[in-house]
């Protein structure tokens, strides 16, 4: 909801408020202001100017050669390129030093040899979106009325002399979604009284009642159906300054019916719509649902196929407008319209939001109608446009009003204690404080001890039960007026779980290594959910999704970081590392919760480092990842628990994929993306790892114990094995460790061999040993003893020979 601070101003009183404090005001009270716009930010110098001589520019086909009378018998020489510009009109002239959006000075200039002393401007110039431009000056400049006084400001008389507040409004606040609605809440934050429009306007002695007859089939769907009817309307441009608040609401101008209907909408939360009474083509208005089939052509001169779930408005036979979303093009306000038969009514907000939503018709009326409208604003927003139209159309309103009316409305009364309001918040107001703020609101209250009986007006529909009340009073009384307390007890909350402090480490861990961190969408597509799934498992389906893409719940994180790569790479961003600590979905059966569980995923491409002052670059590989993760395990405490073996996934490339086992139990995997996968994605070399998160957090970790620094010195012996090719490297140096006994402490592999002095299908794996006793010196005998049981163990499991 866009809010005008000018227009506002004329239903509250907002002295001694700018409009950057009554956004934090509003803010603070539980409506987000998302920002303020300063519709004239920068801009200077331009000013009214009337053009009182036109003529072609001798030496180019497409500018015109104006002179402009500034005011007080300034005349300066313009070129303008605009084909609508013409001789005695009035228009917004950009003078000489004068600064436009952008920063966009303007300066002397020679176009085509003729000088040209500032700048006639279009409302797009001026700031103005283009989409909020009349479309009779979309592609030229703006002309103002005849009236409009020379070498006046322009942009005040645009009205873009205005602070323009964007309200951020939650679905149960529709009330906001309209100026007399927020007005009654800075009212009530301000403790200011709501200013209402005056209403009066002289009839004609016709009634309205000769000219039409209102029926309604649909009463659930339409319970209350008000029209008038005004003759002799002349159709032109609306006042100046009504275009200048529909323009800052949103709202782009069209004629001075149209946009009053609109300017009723926004002030009143009241949708309404004009009919050219002529083109109707009967006296009746008959409200029913539509047939299966039935056509209509809206306003937007689309044919429409409607269903019985349709609310429509019709002449008694054929559909004039789809209710509450949009017009038919047959019943059109046009330039020759004489007679206006204006409705204003209250329909059912599942009906229209079914109309909106089956057609993709997404309108200013249906928003409001879905969310809910005051049903005691129907009558007086009818008024109000018919003055409106009288004022500004030269409009007759005949007698009287026509209506179908079935509503039975009663406002909420809803009851609370003082000690339940003060319970909840925390707080100690007292019943005075708590009668005020309801006062402010214009709740009607009755006090009975401590209980207080709230009549709630209509046009708060979203207050309903006893919590409701008590929301109420916590924010108008201030968020912050709420006392700061410390816990008290044996057992203080608010500290770190064991779990919340590990994953704590990882995340600090991650970011320190140079990884981002990512958040993606926990929905996925049934094409993507079970890539990459550490555990396979049946999809979990939502009911209601939003689109394909988003119809399952994810089994893995890794596909959507591929996405967020692909996003990365495609902007030239090329050197990416993210991680992401998130939930997978398992299914649990049908009509039953998914098991959530907590994973640790990872991709990374591009440069890990480049120094170029050096010359040196270090492309991402397996054992930067690989890396990554040993550091990981070694701030978890893991290192000796996690196992590395070979494996082949799918999507993963075959030779570069690693499972990681702890203790026998598989609890991740990491690798580089398969080079087809990495061709489809467009994605540069890619390493991918995802991690049982919840596995490893929880593992028991044995107590950290310090040894005493041996004093007696160690002894290594390097060996080099010849093996076959497809020995596992990781399995002969858990084999030498489990033969090596007691005095060796450390194995590590230096060297690995395939060349010409090798058999074609064997390797030579060189590894280092190293032995010692904390408790004395060993002795070489020692050592050739447990280091030839080694040799024997590894020849014995693997056919392992010396390397000579």
């Not at 004329?10 to 920002?35: H, N, P, Q």
């Not at 069209?254 to 009143?268: A, M």
């Not at 709420?482 to 990882?506: C, H």
């Not at 958040?519 to 209601?544: G, H, R």
Request: proline fraction near 3%; glycine fraction near 8%; charged fraction near 25%.
């Amino acid at each position: 909801m866009f809010v005008s601070y000018k227009w506002l101003e004329e239903y509250v009183d907002l002295s001694g408020i700018t409009s950057e404090e009554l956004a934090e005001k509003i803010t603070r009270s539980g409506i987000e202001v998302e920002g303020v716009e300063i519709l004239n930010d920068g801009m200077k110098g331009v000013v009214i100017g009337h053009v009182v001589e036109r003529e072609q520019h001798p030496n180019a086909d497409k500018l015109n050669k104006c002179q402009v009378d500034l005011g007080e018998g300034n005349v300066v020489q313009i070129i303008c390129g605009a084909a609508n510009v013409d001789k005695g009109q009035k228009v917004a002239v950009a003078t000489v030093g004068a600064v436009l959006p952008g920063n966009f000075k303007i300066k002397k200039a020679k176009l085509r040899g003729e000088e040209s002393n500032g700048m006639i401007c279009s409302l797009t110039e001026l700031g103005v979106e283009s989409k909020l431009v009349a479309k009779e000056y979309s592609e030229g400049i703006f002309v103002f009325p005849s009236d409009t006084e020379v070498g006046t400001d322009a942009l005040e008389q645009l009205g873009l002399d205005d602070h323009v507040l964007e309200l951020g409004l939650t679905p149960n606040r529709s009330d906001c979604l309209s100026m007399l609605g927020v007005a009654y809440e800075v009212a009530a934050i301000l403790g200011r009284d709501v200013i209402y429009p005056e209403i009066s306007y002289e009839t004609a002695s016709e009634k309205a009642s000769d000219y039409i007859q209102v029926n309604v089939e649909a009463k659930e769907d339409n319970p209350l159906y008000v029209a008038k009817v005004i003759k002799n309307v002349k159709i032109e441009p609306s006042p100046l300054w009504m275009q200048a608040r529909l323009m800052a609401a949103g709202i782009r101008p069209h004629n001075n019916v149209v946009d009053i209907t609109n300017y009723v909408l926004i002030e009143y939360g009241q949708p309404l719509h004009a009919f050219d009474y002529d083109r109707l083509g009967s006296k009746e208005i008959l409200v029913r649902r539509a047939a299966n089939g039935e056509k209509i052509t809206t306003l937007d001169d689309k044919e429409r196929t409607l269903t019985e779930n349709h609310l429509v408005i019709t002449n008694g036979k054929e559909p004039v407008a789809l209710a509450g979303v949009m017009g038919g093009v047959n019943s059109e306000v046009q330039a020759d319209t004489t007679t206006v038969l204006l409705e204003s009514a209250l329909f059912e907000g599942q009906r229209i939001r079914t109309a909106s939503k089956d057609h993709g018709l997404r309108s200013e009326a249906s928003a409001r109608f879905e969310k809910g409208v005051d049903p005691n604003r129907v009558y007086a927003a009818c008024e109000r446009a018919a003055q409106l139209i009288s004022l500004y159309a030269g409009g007759e309103v005949l007698e009287g009003s026509v209506e179908a009316n079935t509503l039975n409305i009663e406002p909420a009364v809803v009851t609370t204690t003082v000690e339940k309001i003060n319970r909840v918040l925390g707080m100690n107001i007292s019943t005075e404080e708590i009668k005020d703020i309801f006062d402010r609101l214009q709740f009607e209250t009755v006090l009975d001890n401590n209980t207080i009986t709230v009549t709630v007006p209509t046009r708060r529909g979203d207050i309903t039960i006893e919590e409701d009340l008590v929301e109420e009073v916590a924010r108008l009384y201030g968020y912050d007026n709420i006392p700061t307390t410390l816990p008290v007890g044996a057992a203080i909350p608010g500290r770190l779980t064991d779990y919340q402090e590990k994953r704590r480490k990882v995340r600090r861990y991650l970011e320190g290594a140079g990884l981002y961190q990512a958040i993606t969408y926990s929905l996925t597509s049934a094409e993507k959910a079970p890539k990459y799934a550490l555990e396979q498992s049946d999809f979990t389906k939502l009911a209601l999704p939003m689109s394909e893409e988003r119809s399952v719940l994810r089994l893995s994180i890794i596909p959507h970081l591929l996405d967020t790569l692909t996003y990365n790479l495609a902007r030239q961003n090329d050197q990416i590392a993210f991680y992401e600590i998130a939930s997978v979905y398992l299914a649990n059966g049908e009509n039953k919760q998914p098991i959530e569980k907590e994973r640790l995923a990872g991709a990374l491409t591009g440069l890990w480092h480049s120094h170029q002052w050096q010359g040196e670059k270090k492309p991402m590989d397996f054992y930067v990842v690989k890396g990554i993760l040993d550091g990981l395990f070694d701030v978890l405490g893991l290192t000796d628990k996690i196992t590395y073996k070979q494996a082949k996934r799918d999507g993963m490339h075959p030779g570069r994929t690693a499972e990681l086992y702890m203790e026998d139990v598989l609890v991740g995997f990491v690798g580089q993306i398969h080079p087809t996968v990495q061709k489809e994605l467009d994605l540069t070399e890619t390493y991918v790892f995802e991690l049982a998160l919840a596995d490893l957090l929880t593992h028991h970790i044995e107590e950290v114990r310090f040894e005493v620094i041996p004093k007696y010195p160690s002894i290594t012996r390097d060996i080099a094995l010849v093996v076959n090719k497809d020995v596992v490297t990781g399995d002969i140096q858990a084999e030498i460790v489990n033969a090596g006994g007691k005095l060796l402490k450390e194995v590590s592999v230096f060297d690995v061999y395939e060349g010409d002095r090798l058999e074609g299908d064997k390797k030579s794996v060189a590894f280092s040993l190293r032995y010692f006793d904390p408790e004395r010196t060993l002795t070489d005998e020692d050592v050739t003893k447990a280091h030839e049981k080694v040799l024997q163990q590894v020849s014995e499991k693997f056919g392992a020979t010396l390397r000579s």
